[in-house]
């Protein structure tokens, strides 16, 4: 974890309201893995805003860059949507946990909600790797949108399985909807990232189902380190963890949806 | 002394009570865990100061979640003084502490008298620590907390307590007081009554968002507290009333964000700076600061810290 300033590469619109963003990876610094996030500080002033904004990696290239798909809607990522190549960027990373690898045994399924597209890629990079290598089954993932228009413009992986809310591409209806209505050839392992109504409706399948659930959770959080205990998410135990140490990624069992927002 | 002259090595001490503070920034309380997460990202001996997130008898999960939401030059926090408590701290956060050259100060919550008595009770035992800075302000807690901080003899009654159990010639006690008050003056001078070595302020201003689609507060307990770049006049303001008020020093926070901001704190009356929100967006804030002091000590022509506050036109 560290703070660094660096470039932007690239900022280009995939859908409407949703930008990919490129910068450069210092080369010192340990290779993010799928499910960790990085802050970036936004606005030209020091007074405002205050807090740095959490994004999650969605995918990293050989060239050192890293890559993130960014929803524009707040002062904080519009400021981010002007951005320019050559633009300096102020990023603290890697933070956060990672997903864990699945069992050999076990049929890799993973679940994006709109934006949550970003880590499901990145994860979608590696476990596509780890299949090729024999190490776990190939990976499915199944990609949510409210409509057609909002499906970003980027490769999205061989096979993948879009939903729309309203029918107008892919499968109609959400992508927990989709996994409860097709048979895997092992039992699934599930990634979820997402809306919280549809991690928690992930977590009711994986619970009837008996599946491993890991989910990427989303939460207001002000340092990303772990010092202000700000991003605090329930578990159904009463206890809190935090988002930013604990998670982004965390066993989506032991979470308490009714309390998520 | 102030010369006409540069100065190319001002004394950065400050003196508070019994203890000597290698330089006036410290991290305020609540900002900084206890020191695990930015002690990764530099050397925390750097600091003037360490004041650790606050510390209760028990453990304390805290409040429900939205804890935070950003404001206009700032952001409110209702925490509700998540911590291990004194156990959980002695046991699992004291031992990195301890190592520490710079000081370190345990911020001591509780919802009783009894409760802050507890605390600095079972931790005058342990080594490591170099004074208290007893929270009677914080706004996010059911009982307690703020209560102690609107009432001046409440605030001597408290600080007289600690004072006895802590003994003359230990550990200093800084009182940190709130901004929520209609005189921070008589609050300040309660604290000096009751035997404190300094105070420090401010803490959070009360503050409330609303989710006008929701028609809710963001807030899950609904009010939090304000802090960040919005509430520095403000603390620079109750700063030049408190040193006005008492003898003792005045240890300044409230939207530090750079040199400059500390050093409008230390014009107004500061003996001392701590750095709060900004850790969040610039973890390097304090170093920074501390730098940007030294640089306008030698520029000015201040041969120690104390300067400062004799230059206020």
Not at chain 1, 188 to 204: D, F, K, T, V
Not at chain 2, 259 to 278: K, S
Request: proline content about 7%.
């Amino acid at each position: 974890m560290t703070r660094f300033d660096t470039t932007v590469t690239t900022v280009r619109q995939v859908a409407p309201g949703f930008i990919e963003l490129g910068f450069t990876w210092p080369a010192h610094l340990q290779v993010p893995l799928p499910g960790q996030f990085f802050t970036v500080k936004t606005g030209g002033s020091k007074y405002d805003p205050v807090l740095r904004r959490p994004f999650a990696f969605s995918s990293f290239g050989s060239d050192s860059t890293a890559y993130s798909i960014i929803q524009m809607k707040g002062r904080g990522t519009a400021w981010l949507g002007g951005r320019r190549t050559g633009d300096p960027l102020d990023v603290m990373g890697p933070l956060g946990t990672a997903f864990s690898a699945p069992p050999a045994s076990a049929s890799p399924v993973l679940l994006a909600g709109g934006v949550g597209l970003g880590p499901m890629l990145y994860l979608m990079e590696s476990l596509v790797r780890q299949a090729a290598d024999g190490a776990c089954a190939a990976p499915v993932l199944a990609a949510g949108f409210r409509t057609a228009s909002l499906v970003p413009a980027i490769g999205l992986p061989a096979g993948t399985v879009i939903c729309t809310d309203d029918g107008s591409a892919g499968f109609r209806g959400t992508v927990v909807d989709w996994l409860a209505g097709t048979a895997t050839d092992a039992p699934p392992y599930l990634y979820a990232c997402g809306p919280a109504p549809m991690l928690a409706a992930a977590a009711g399948l994986a619970r009837a189902t008996g599946a491993r659930y890991e989910a990427s959770l989303e939460q207001w959080m002000a340092c990303g380190v772990g010092a202000c205990a700000g991003c605090a998410v329930r578990l159904v135990s009463g206890d809190y963890i935090k988002a930013c140490v604990d998670g982004p990624v965390y066993d989506g069992l032991l979470v308490d949806w009714e309390s998520y927002r | 002394m102030i010369t006409k002259e540069t100065v190319p090595h001002p004394d950065m001490t400050v003196r508070i009570g019994t203890l000597v503070m290698p330089n006036p920034v410290g991290v305020a309380s609540g900002t900084f865990g206890y020191g695990e997460e930015y002690g990764a990202m530099y050397n925390l001996d750097a600091l003037g100061a360490l004041y650790t997130k606050a510390v209760t008898p028990g453990y304390r999960a805290g409040n429900p979640a939205p804890r935070i939401v950003e404001t206009p030059a700032g952001m409110l926090n209702s925490i509700g003084l998540a911590n291990p408590g004194i156990d959980g701290f002695i046991n699992e956060k004291l031992p990195a502490l301890s190592t520490l050259r710079c000081p370190v100060i345990v911020n001591v919550a509780g919802s009783t008298e009894d409760d802050y008595l507890r605390v600095v009770e079972r931790l005058q035992t342990e080594q490591g620590l170099a004074g208290y800075e007893i929270n009677i302000s914080c706004p996010n807690v059911a009982h307690g907390g703020l209560a102690f901080g609107t009432d001046p003899d409440q605030v001597e009654r408290l600080t007289r307590r600690i004072k006895n159990a802590v003994g003359s010639g230990g550990r200093p006690v800084i009182v940190k007081l709130s901004p929520n008050v209609t005189d921070i003056a008589e609050m300040a001078r309660a604290a000096e009554a009751g035997g404190a070595d300094a105070v420090s302020c401010i803490n959070t201003l009360v503050g409330m968002v609303i989710d006008i689609e929701k028609k809710r507060p963001v807030l899950a307990r609904g009010t939090g507290g304000l802090s960040g770049p919005a509430i520095r006049p403000v603390g620079v303001a109750m700063v030049y009333k408190a040193s006005r008020a008492v003898s003792i020093p005045v240890v300044g926070l409230g939207g530090i964000t750079c040199a400059e901001d500390a050093i409008q704190y230390l014009l107004a009356g500061a003996a001392a700076v701590q750095v709060g929100t900004a850790n969040f967006s610039r973890p390097e804030t304090p170093l920074e600061v501390l730098d940007g002091i030294a640089a306008y000590m030698q520029r000015e022509g201040l041969s120690k810290v104390s300067d400062f506050r004799t230059l206020l036109r």
